[in-house]
């Protein structure tokens, strides 16, 4: 079974300062799909960014990027600048047609 | 032009009621799904169909039955609310849920209050 585990309920970062959030997973697939997405307080759900498990590169959209590493089943959330419209729920999932979320991370960003 | 539209936005019934949610994506997408979201923002899967066809029912009671008409809708019918079944629930379609590469495209969610 898949299992997506978000370890931190809360975070709290300044303006314009980077954060990472933490994300594991556990799969015996041998190909898998991680994804973050976005929860603002408005309550829609909006895709951020995807990593392939062949990829070598780490993901990057914009001010969003993924730092995957592998042998440790992480695949960690940066985001560089912060802004305070980043302040939302932030989710790991696991993809497929059993796609999987972490219990999510509060990130709050303080002016 | 939304992409996933789920109707209604609010739904206040009272338990023992019978209730439908309604779901359409305009993307051409083969995936649809029904994620319920809880107070405390835990996300869970209830059910996926790939072209109209059950792939997932992931253990929901059987006073929830999903159905897709076409590979565009997916309802979500709910028989004899309980107010355990106030939450979000939340319709997302994917490209091909086959594929893990597939993001999922999200409504904006239903808010069911049981009363």
């Known amino acids: 079974a898949q299992k997506i585990t978000q370890t931190q309920p809360g975070m709290f970062v300044q303006e314009k300062e980077a954060v990472t959030l933490d994300c594991t997973y556990d799969?015996?697939?041998?190909?898998?799909?991680l994804f973050w997405y976005k929860q603002p307080s408005s309550g829609e759900m909006i895709f951020l960014i995807y990593?392939?498990?062949?990829?070598?590169q780490n993901a990057t959209e914009g001010r969003y990027s993924l730092n995957f590493q592998k042998a440790r089943k992480s695949a960690n959330l940066v985001i560089s600048a912060s802004q305070l419209g980043d302040s939302a729920m932030y989710f790991c999932?696991?993809?497929?047609?059993?796609?999987?979320f972490g219990a999510g991370t509060r990130l709050f960003v303080k002016a | 032009d939304t992409a996933v539209s789920q109707t209604p936005k609010y739904l206040v019934t009272q338990m023992g009621n019978d209730k439908s949610i309604k779901c359409e994506q305009n993307?051409?997408?083969?995936?649809m799904y029904w994620y319920k979201q809880d107070s405390k923002k835990f996300l869970k899967i209830m059910f996926s169909?790939?072209?109209?066809?059950?792939?997932i029912n992931e253990t929901v009671p059987n006073r929830f039955s999903p159905k897709s008409p076409d590979k565009a809708h997916l309802n979500l019918h709910i028989n004899s609310l309980e107010l355990g079944d106030s939450a979000v629930y939340f319709c997302?379609?994917?490209?091909?849920?086959?594929?893990?590469?597939?993001?999922?495209?999200f409504g904006n969610g239903t808010r069911l209050t049981v009363t």
């Open positions: 999932a696991i993809g497929g047609f059993k796609t999987i």
């Open positions: 997302a379609s994917s490209q091909d849920g086959i594929n893990w590469d597939s993001p999922l495209h």
């Open positions: 799969t015996s697939d041998p190909s898998y799909g």
């Open positions: 990593q392939g498990s062949y990829d070598q």
């Open positions: 993307l051409g997408h083969d995936t």
């Open positions: 169909y790939n072209n109209k066809e059950l792939i």
